[in-house]
Structures are given as structure tokens and as C-alpha cells.
């Protein structure tokens, strides 16, 4: 295949995961009736501009449906790094009422709600009906469709240009990329800013999350590589942050290349050299992360045979995307995990892709007690464990799997 961004020919594999179903297509029980898509799940590299990117295998519309149950709001933790970024940019940039906020992929209007708050006015673009129609809920407007050029030029010829933009956990899902970020020099204001969150490929791969690798990402970011797409499609970076969230994130800066006027900060050439020096451009950098992902998925199988054979129950926490990546590499059923618990509404009832596990409420984890939960977004453990202490009044124990096989009390 060819680049993504820069169209030069894709050779370099830095993981094959076999075969799964989107991560996000949950299964009601009507639909166990009917076969699954399944689609390899290859990763590649980009050696003339280093983007890491999923083999061309999946439509977008196959993986952002209707039902789309991702919903942003049941993780307190990140609530409340959405409230801190609204406060520390209406702050930075003097946001008010005249002020003009844009979030794309707004989701369920997590991050609006706390600009909306502030008297602020803001729009929301999102595709999906179900999490669209969750932000209408709290007050926010919407406009639901994807956003590229097209609609960025549509939006400018109606006086909805941004004084800032926000895209944070969505730069990482769109199949143009190229198009998806030139949109944003069309929407900002002259002198309007940009912000995009993503996780970080140096944590992806220091920390062996390979389960954080699934159709709906299409690519997988360093600096490096947004520097050049950036670059190419009008927007010009300015700062950067990194943050704890997903796992190790960057909160990236960007204007418009045209007329922004804020200098760039120390962090980001220090950022780019610090990718330079982890090997970013070298291909050996990439060389061991397909054994890395084998261990992991050869630890776990082990720890769950183990338990099945000790007559020990195990139960999963939280029915996420990277859940599903792990059971279905691993090839989990439910012989192995009884069940799946998730504070979602929209996923209890249903099934994970793929593994088939039945997605039901806490009510059940109290009822079933089972020796072992395994928390499948890791990167929410904190969280999670003091959510579910209960657990340990009858001896359960937590367990993560990624990046290495940790058991605890």
C-alpha cells in the first residue's frame, strides 16, 4: 500500500495481530445469529515520513455506525481532564462570549459541556447519531458528519470560524488524514488555535500497548510524523504537552501557517530530538515490537489456563476497544472470561466482537464474585480499582495484562 500521507510505498511491518472484527462493533443477541466481519489487523511504517499506519482493509462508515458506543462520559478521570484543559484555555487564550469554541469529534459533549458552562459559544462535530444525540442532551449544538475540507468550507461560509479548535483522540481515527487537517486551517480564525491529543507512539511502543492498535486507528503518532502532515496541510506547530492520559499522550499546539503569529516553544524541537535519539527514523526501532506483543498474549493465555484448571472464575472490567484487540489476538472466549462488566448502558446487553463475552452491569460482579477481574483499559486501573474495592472483601484480585502480567490484591 501506499502512504497515507505522503504516498510513498509501505513495506516495513511493525506488527501483524492475525484477524478481528472492528473493536467497536458490539454484537446484540440478534446479531450472535449472524456471522462477523473480520478483517486483518496489520500495522505499517511509513519509511519516508515515519507514519505508522493499519493496512487498507476497512470502510470508515464499517467502523463508526449509528450505534457507535464509545461514550466519553463514564470515565471520571477523564472528565476531569477535560474540565482542567477548558479552564487552563479559556484562561490562555481569553475565551468569552464573543469567543468561538469547535470541538470535532465531540462524542457524547464531555468536553463542550465545560465551555458551554462558561457562557462560551461552541459547536460539535460528530458523525455518530448515538453520541450526537447524548451532546444534544446537555444543550450543545451539533453538527453530525465528518469533518474534512468539505465541511470546513461550509462552515466558514457560514461565519462558524474557530477561535479555537479542539480534536483530541480523533487525529489517530480518520483515513485522510491529510484532508482532515487542512480542514482545520480553513475553520481557525486568522489568529485561532488548534489542539489535537493523541497517544504517543514512544509510549505505544516503550510500553508494548499493542492492544491500543485497531481499525478505527488508523494511524499511530509521533511528533515527527504530525510535524510533516502538519506542515504539508497549512497548520504550523507551536507547543507541545505531554500528558498521562491513554497511556502517555501529546497535547499538540498548531495555527494556521498563513497568519499565525505565536512562537514555537523549546518543547518541540526538544520533543523531536528526543524521538530522534529513541530511533523514530531507524528501522531497527521497530524490530521487536511483534515478539513483545507475543509474550504478552502467551502470558495471559497461561494465567487464564491456570486459573480455569485451579477451578479459580475470572471476570473482564470495562468492554473497550483495546479489550477486544487483546481477547481476539489472544483468541479469549467466554470459557476462559465468564463475563465482561461496563457502566455503559449502551453496551450492557450486548457482546464483545469477536470473543462473543457477554457485557453486563456491576450488579453482576457482586453477585458472581469471581476470584479474579481483569481490567482491560489499563490505562484507567487507578480508577477502576478504587471504583470496585468491594472486590477485595472476597479475596478477588485484579489483574492487567498489558504491557506485562501483573496480578494484585
Excluded at 502532515?229 to 502517555?248: K, M, P, S, Y
Excluded at 523549546?266 to 527514523?281: C, F, M, N
Excluded at 464483545?352 to 458472581?368: K, M, T, W
Aim: aromatic fraction near 10%; charge should be neutral.
Amino acid at each position: 500500500m501506499n502512504c497515507r500521507h505522503c504516498g510513498a510505498r509501505v513495506k516495513l511491518t511493525l506488527v501483524d495481530l492475525g484477524t478481528a472484527p472492528p473493536s467497536n462493533a458490539y454484537l446484540t443477541q440478534a446479531r450472535l445469529q449472524a456471522p462477523e466481519k473480520w478483517f486483518p489487523l496489520k500495522v505499517l511504517v511509513c519509511e519516508h515520513c515515519w507514519l505508522v499506519q493499519t493496512e487498507d482493509f476497512t470502510q470508515v462508515k464499517e467502523l463508526f455506525d449509528p450505534d457507535y458506543a464509545y461514550f466519553s462520559s463514564f470515565s471520571s478521570s477523564w472528565l476531569a481532564h477535560a474540565e482542567r484543559y477548558a479552564a487552563q484555555l479559556t484562561s490562555q487564550l481569553n475565551l468569552g462570549a464573543a469567543s468561538h469554541v469547535v470541538e470535532v469529534a465531540a462524542n457524547d459533549g464531555y468536553l463542550l459541556q465545560f465551555f458551554k458552562n462558561r457562557d462560551i459559544p461552541c459547536t460539535g462535530i460528530e458523525p455518530t447519531a448515538s453520541t450526537a444525540a447524548a451532546a444534544r442532551l446537555k444543550g450543545i449544538s451539533i453538527v453530525e458528519e465528518f469533518f474534512g475540507t468539505n465541511l470546513a468550507r461550509e462552515m466558514t461560509a457560514r461565519g462558524m470560524q474557530a477561535d479555537l479548535m479542539a480534536a483530541n483522540n480523533v487525529l489517530a481515527h480518520v483515513p485522510d488524514i491529510n484532508d482532515f487537517v487542512a480542514g482545520f486551517a480553513i475553520l481557525l480564525k486568522p489568529q485561532g488555535v488548534a489542539t489535537f491529543e493523541f497517544p504517543h507512539l514512544l509510549n505505544l511502543i516503550a510500553e508494548n500497548q499493542f492492544d491500543t492498535i485497531y481499525h478505527e486507528h488508523f494511524s499511530y503518532l509521533s511528533l515527527t510524523a504530525v510535524e510533516s502532515i502538519f506542515t504539508a496541510n497549512g497548520l504550523r506547530i507551536f507547543d507541545v504537552q505531554e500528558h498521562t492520559t491513554h497511556g502517555g499522550s501529546l497535547r499538540v499546539f498548531a495555527q494556521r501557517a498563513d497568519s499565525g503569529v505565536r512562537p514555537r516553544t523549546s518543547q518541540v524541537d526538544d520533543l523531536l530530538q528526543r524521538e530522534r535519539a529513541t530511533g523514530i527514523t531507524r528501522l531497527e526501532y521497530y524490530a521487536r515490537f511483534q515478539g513483545h506483543a507475543e509474550k504478552v498474549k502467551y502470558d495471559f493465555l497461561a494465567f487464564l489456563l491456570e486459573a480455569k484448571r485451579g477451578g479459580r472464575s475470572v471476570a473482564g472490567y470495562g468492554a473497550a476497544a483495546k479489550g477486544n484487540t487483546l481477547m481476539n489476538y489472544a483468541g479469549i472466549r467466554a470459557d476462559l472470561i465468564s463475563f465482561v462488566v461496563d457502566r455503559n448502558p449502551a453496551k450492557q446487553g450486548k457482546f464483545l466482537p469477536g470473543s462473543r463475552i457477554a457485557i453486563v452491569d456491576e450488579n453482576h460482579l457482586r453477585q458472581h464474585k469471581p476470584d479474579y477481574v481483569v481490567i482491560l483499559p489499563w490505562n484507567l486501573k487507578t480508577e477502576v480499582r478504587e471504583q470496585l474495592q468491594y472486590v477485595k472483601a472476597w479475596g478477588g484480585k485484579f489483574v492487567t495484562a498489558v504491557p506485562v502480567l501483573e496480578v494484585s490484591s
